[in-house]
């Protein structure tokens, strides 16, 4: 295996993850969703990945635990941490200095982290 293709996140209610995804993130509606998937790209297409409603039964399990989901960004971690604090995204603390460059992570309504990488 030399590369991951795509990634989908089982969510509880595709409406309330469309919203959070679109206005408090910035990501973009694909031409390829459905009526059980969202398909969202990021960066001008550079990065995509679905919601979806449930393959199998979600009820009472706790979702997100173990999961994150990377995406570079083009411009400054700051200028992004406030604007996610101005449109009352959860963070997860502050930002980060990593191996990678600088982060910062939000959760998504159904607990899956979101990590935004400001590259070296």
């Known amino acids: 295996m030399r590369r991951l293709e795509f990634a989908s996140l089982q969510v509880r209610d595709l409406a309330i993850s469309k919203v959070f995804y679109t206005e408090k993130l910035g ?17 001008k297409g550079e990065a995509s990945f679905a919601i979806r409603t449930p393959i199998g039964d ?20 700051d200028d992004l941490q406030n604007q996610l604090i101005a449109k009352e995204v959860t963070l997860i603390g502050n930002i980060n200095n990593t191996p990678f460059g600088r982060t910062i992570m939000v959760k998504d309504p159904d607990g899956y982290v979101i990590t935004f990488l400001e590259t070296i």
């Not at 694909?30 to 969202?38: D, G, H, I, Q, R």
């Not at 009472?60 to 083009?74: P, Q, Y």
Request: aromatic letters at 16%; proline letters at 3%.
């Open 58 to 77: 979600i009820e009472g399990k706790e979702l997100g635990i173990g999961t994150s989901l990377w995406f570079a960004i083009d411009g400054n971690i």
């Open 27 to 43: 990501f973009e509606v694909s031409e390829m969703s459905n009526p059980y998937a969202c398909v969202f790209t990021y960066n």
